[in-house]
Protein backbone atom coordinates (compact mmCIF):
# COMPACT_ATOMS: atom_id res chain seq x y z
CA UNK A 1 0.00 0.00 0.00
CA UNK A 2 1.20 3.48 -0.65
CA UNK A 3 2.18 5.51 2.05
CA UNK A 4 0.94 8.95 1.65
CA UNK A 5 0.80 12.33 3.34
CA UNK A 6 -2.40 11.65 4.87
CA UNK A 7 -1.13 7.96 6.00
CA UNK A 8 1.68 10.13 7.95
CA UNK A 9 -1.24 12.51 9.31
CA UNK A 10 -2.66 9.20 10.43
CA UNK A 11 0.58 7.87 12.35
CA UNK A 12 0.81 11.33 14.22
CA UNK A 13 -2.39 11.23 15.53
CA UNK A 14 -2.10 7.71 16.86
CA UNK A 15 1.26 9.32 17.86
CA UNK A 16 -0.84 11.67 19.92
CA UNK A 17 -3.07 9.32 21.92
CA UNK A 18 -0.33 7.86 23.45
CA UNK A 19 2.77 9.37 23.18
CA UNK A 20 0.88 13.53 23.30
CA UNK A 21 4.06 15.28 24.03
CA UNK A 22 5.98 14.56 20.94
CA UNK A 23 3.16 14.83 18.86
CA UNK A 24 2.48 17.97 20.14
CA UNK A 25 5.63 19.10 18.39
CA UNK A 26 5.30 17.41 14.98
CA UNK A 27 1.73 18.60 14.50
CA UNK A 28 3.09 22.02 13.13
CA UNK A 29 5.86 21.14 11.04
CA UNK A 30 4.51 21.08 7.43
CA UNK A 31 4.03 17.21 6.59
CA UNK A 32 5.98 16.01 3.00
CA UNK A 33 6.72 12.50 1.85
CA UNK A 34 9.55 12.32 -0.51
CA UNK A 35 12.52 10.23 -1.28
CA UNK A 36 15.18 11.46 1.60
CA UNK A 37 16.25 8.00 2.74
CA UNK A 38 14.78 7.58 6.16
CA UNK A 39 13.38 11.06 7.67
CA UNK A 40 14.39 14.45 8.23
CA UNK A 41 13.28 17.76 9.84
CA UNK A 42 14.00 21.21 9.93
CA UNK A 43 11.99 22.63 13.04
CA UNK A 44 9.64 23.96 9.74
CA UNK A 45 8.76 20.72 8.50
CA UNK A 46 8.54 17.01 8.65
CA UNK A 47 9.71 14.87 5.56
CA UNK A 48 9.53 11.34 5.35
CA UNK A 49 10.57 8.51 3.04
CA UNK A 50 7.68 6.53 1.89
CA UNK A 51 9.79 3.84 -0.29
CA UNK A 52 11.49 3.02 4.22
CA UNK A 53 9.11 4.87 6.23
CA UNK A 54 5.98 3.13 5.00
CA UNK A 55 7.54 -0.66 5.40
CA UNK A 56 8.19 -0.05 8.99
CA UNK A 57 5.15 -1.52 11.66
CA UNK A 58 4.00 0.46 13.46
CA UNK A 59 5.86 0.62 16.78
CA UNK A 60 8.66 1.58 14.47
CA UNK A 61 7.30 4.20 12.71
CA UNK A 62 6.14 5.55 16.01
CA UNK A 63 9.84 5.45 17.33
CA UNK A 64 10.89 7.12 14.28
CA UNK A 65 8.10 9.92 14.64
CA UNK A 66 9.36 10.05 18.24
CA UNK A 67 13.35 10.44 17.06
CA UNK A 68 12.07 13.20 14.77
CA UNK A 69 10.45 15.32 17.70
CA UNK A 70 13.60 14.85 19.83
CA UNK A 71 15.36 16.43 17.33
CA UNK A 72 13.52 19.16 17.80
CA UNK A 73 12.59 19.08 21.49
CA UNK A 74 16.60 18.63 22.10
CA UNK A 75 17.24 22.15 19.42
CA UNK A 76 19.42 19.88 17.42
CA UNK A 77 18.51 22.22 14.59
CA UNK A 78 19.86 25.66 16.29
CA UNK A 79 22.79 24.29 18.26
CA UNK A 80 25.05 22.76 15.18
CA UNK A 81 27.03 25.81 15.23
CA UNK A 82 30.46 25.20 13.05
CA UNK A 83 30.29 21.59 13.46
CA UNK A 84 30.01 19.67 10.52
CA UNK A 85 26.82 18.53 9.56
CA UNK A 86 27.32 14.72 8.73
CA UNK A 87 29.09 13.79 11.68
CA UNK A 88 26.78 16.56 13.78
CA UNK A 89 23.90 14.48 12.81
CA UNK A 90 25.68 10.99 14.46
CA UNK A 91 26.33 12.80 17.79
CA UNK A 92 22.31 13.89 17.88
CA UNK A 93 21.73 10.29 16.62
CA UNK A 94 23.34 8.67 19.74
CA UNK A 95 21.65 11.27 22.27
CA UNK A 96 18.29 11.24 20.85
CA UNK A 97 18.20 7.37 20.82
CA UNK A 98 19.62 6.99 24.05
CA UNK A 99 16.92 8.50 25.26
CA UNK A 100 14.46 6.05 23.26
CA UNK A 101 16.29 2.90 24.40
CA UNK A 102 14.62 3.75 28.14
CA UNK A 103 11.07 3.26 26.62
CA UNK A 104 11.31 2.45 23.27
CA UNK A 105 9.46 -0.81 22.52
CA UNK A 106 11.42 -1.33 18.62
CA UNK A 107 14.24 0.19 16.49
CA UNK A 108 13.85 0.46 13.06
CA UNK A 109 16.98 -1.41 11.43
CA UNK A 110 19.73 1.74 11.59
CA UNK A 111 22.61 2.87 12.41
CA UNK A 112 23.34 4.55 16.07
CA UNK A 113 21.48 2.23 18.15
CA UNK A 114 25.09 0.02 19.29
CA UNK A 115 23.84 -0.59 23.08
CA UNK A 116 26.87 -0.01 25.19
CA UNK A 117 27.21 2.87 23.02
CA UNK A 118 23.87 4.03 23.91
CA UNK A 119 24.62 3.10 27.45
CA UNK A 120 27.63 4.93 27.49
CA UNK A 121 26.10 8.42 26.08
CA UNK A 122 22.85 7.71 28.02
CA UNK A 123 22.05 11.52 29.49
CA UNK A 124 24.66 13.14 27.36
CA UNK A 125 24.27 16.36 25.06
CA UNK A 126 24.66 16.15 21.73
CA UNK A 127 27.80 18.15 22.02
CA UNK A 128 29.63 16.38 24.33
CA UNK A 129 29.04 13.33 22.16
CA UNK A 130 30.28 15.12 19.06
CA UNK A 131 33.74 15.56 21.01
CA UNK A 132 33.93 12.30 22.39
CA UNK A 133 33.30 10.57 18.79
CA UNK A 134 35.84 12.86 17.30
CA UNK A 135 38.40 12.33 20.04
CA UNK A 136 37.79 8.45 19.73
CA UNK A 137 38.03 9.08 15.81
CA UNK A 138 41.44 11.07 16.01
CA UNK A 139 42.96 8.71 18.88
CA UNK A 140 42.44 5.43 16.26
CA UNK A 141 43.79 7.36 13.50
CA UNK A 142 46.76 8.14 15.09
CA UNK A 143 47.32 4.56 16.24
CA UNK A 144 46.75 3.39 12.71
CA UNK A 145 49.42 5.39 12.01
CA UNK A 146 51.93 4.45 14.55
CA UNK A 147 51.08 0.47 13.54
CA UNK A 148 51.82 1.58 9.70
CA UNK A 149 54.83 3.59 10.86
CA UNK A 150 55.90 0.67 12.57
CA UNK A 151 55.52 -1.84 9.25
CA UNK A 152 57.24 0.42 7.20
CA UNK A 153 60.00 0.24 9.57
CA UNK A 154 60.01 -3.69 9.91
CA UNK A 155 59.77 -3.92 5.97
CA UNK A 156 62.49 -1.36 4.98
CA UNK A 157 64.55 -3.48 7.59
CA UNK A 158 63.97 -7.09 5.82
CA UNK A 159 64.70 -4.56 2.52
CA UNK A 160 68.29 -3.78 4.21
CA UNK A 161 68.73 -7.31 5.63
CA UNK A 162 68.06 -8.84 1.76
CA UNK A 163 70.39 -6.63 0.30
CA UNK A 164 68.24 -3.64 -0.56
CA UNK A 165 66.05 -3.23 -3.44
CA UNK A 166 65.75 -0.86 -6.90
CA UNK A 167 63.27 1.15 -5.26
CA UNK A 168 60.66 0.43 -7.77
CA UNK A 169 58.20 -1.06 -4.82
CA UNK A 170 58.00 2.85 -3.69
CA UNK A 171 55.63 3.37 -7.08
CA UNK A 172 52.80 0.77 -5.78
CA UNK A 173 51.53 3.00 -3.16
CA UNK A 174 48.63 4.95 -3.77
CA UNK A 175 49.81 7.44 -1.14
CA UNK A 176 47.32 6.80 1.61
CA UNK A 177 48.27 5.65 4.69
CA UNK A 178 46.25 2.65 5.09
CA UNK A 179 44.52 2.65 1.73
CA UNK A 180 41.22 4.01 2.80
CA UNK A 181 39.46 7.13 1.59
CA UNK A 182 39.50 9.75 4.34
CA UNK A 183 36.30 10.21 4.45
CA UNK A 184 36.74 13.72 3.51
CA UNK A 185 33.89 14.76 2.24
CA UNK A 186 31.71 13.38 4.89
CA UNK A 187 33.36 15.02 8.12
CA UNK A 188 36.01 13.32 10.35
CA UNK A 189 33.94 10.12 11.74
CA UNK A 190 33.67 7.05 10.54
CA UNK A 191 29.91 6.40 8.82
CA UNK A 192 27.39 4.11 10.51
CA UNK A 193 27.08 0.86 7.87
CA UNK A 194 23.52 1.28 8.58
CA UNK A 195 21.43 4.72 7.35
CA UNK A 196 20.29 6.88 10.29
CA UNK A 197 17.11 6.65 11.62
CA UNK A 198 16.15 10.39 10.37
CA UNK A 199 18.10 13.24 10.03
CA UNK A 200 18.11 16.59 11.34
CA UNK A 201 18.84 20.19 9.26
CA UNK A 202 19.53 23.49 10.79
CA UNK A 203 16.43 26.04 11.10
CA UNK A 204 15.60 27.55 8.04
CA UNK A 205 16.60 31.53 7.68
CA UNK A 206 18.33 30.90 12.03
CA UNK A 207 21.03 33.45 10.49
CA UNK A 208 19.22 35.90 9.36
CA UNK A 209 15.86 36.03 12.02
CA UNK A 210 17.23 36.91 15.51
CA UNK A 211 13.88 35.54 16.83
CA UNK A 212 14.07 31.90 15.49
CA UNK A 213 15.53 30.95 18.18
CA UNK A 214 13.73 32.29 21.28
CA UNK A 215 10.70 31.14 19.31
CA UNK A 216 12.00 27.47 18.90
CA UNK A 217 12.99 27.38 22.90
CA UNK A 218 9.68 28.78 23.72
CA UNK A 219 7.69 26.51 22.13
CA UNK A 220 9.50 23.61 23.38
CA UNK A 221 9.34 25.20 27.00
CA UNK A 222 4.91 25.68 26.07
CA UNK A 223 5.33 22.09 25.29
CA UNK A 224 6.83 20.61 28.11
CA UNK A 225 4.56 22.82 30.37
CA UNK A 226 1.34 21.34 28.62
CA UNK A 227 2.66 17.61 28.78
CA UNK A 228 4.17 17.79 32.73
CA UNK A 229 0.58 19.67 33.86
CA UNK A 230 -1.22 16.40 31.90
CA UNK A 231 0.79 14.02 33.82
CA UNK A 232 2.52 12.99 30.71
CA UNK A 233 5.97 14.53 30.44
CA UNK A 234 8.44 11.76 30.33
CA UNK A 235 10.98 12.41 32.95
CA UNK A 236 14.56 11.58 31.23
CA UNK A 237 12.99 13.96 28.40
CA UNK A 238 12.22 16.76 30.87
CA UNK A 239 15.48 16.17 32.43
CA UNK A 240 17.21 16.16 28.97
CA UNK A 241 15.92 19.92 28.12
CA UNK A 242 16.50 21.45 31.50
Given at each position: MEYTIESLTKDIAKLCMRRSFYASILMPLQKKVANCGTACTDGKS?????????????LQRETVLMHEALHLILLHNIRRQNRNAVDWNIACDYAINSLLADDVHEFPDCGCIEPHLLQKYNGQSAEFIFADLIKESEDNEEQDD????????????????????????????????????????????????KPLMGDVHDLPDMAEDSESEIKAKEKILQAKAIAKAMGNMPANIERAIE
Amino acid sequence: MEYTIESLTKDIAKLCMRRSFYASILMPLQKKVANCGTACTDGKSLIVDPNWFGTLNQLQRETVLMHEALHLILLHNIRRQNRNAVDWNIACDYAINSLLADDVHEFPDCGCIEPHLLQKYNGQSAEFIFADLIKESEDNEEQDDDQTEESENDDQQNSDDTGGSDGNEESDSDGSKDGSPQNSESGQLPQPSKPLMGDVHDLPDMAEDSESEIKAKEKILQAKAIAKAMGNMPANIERAIE
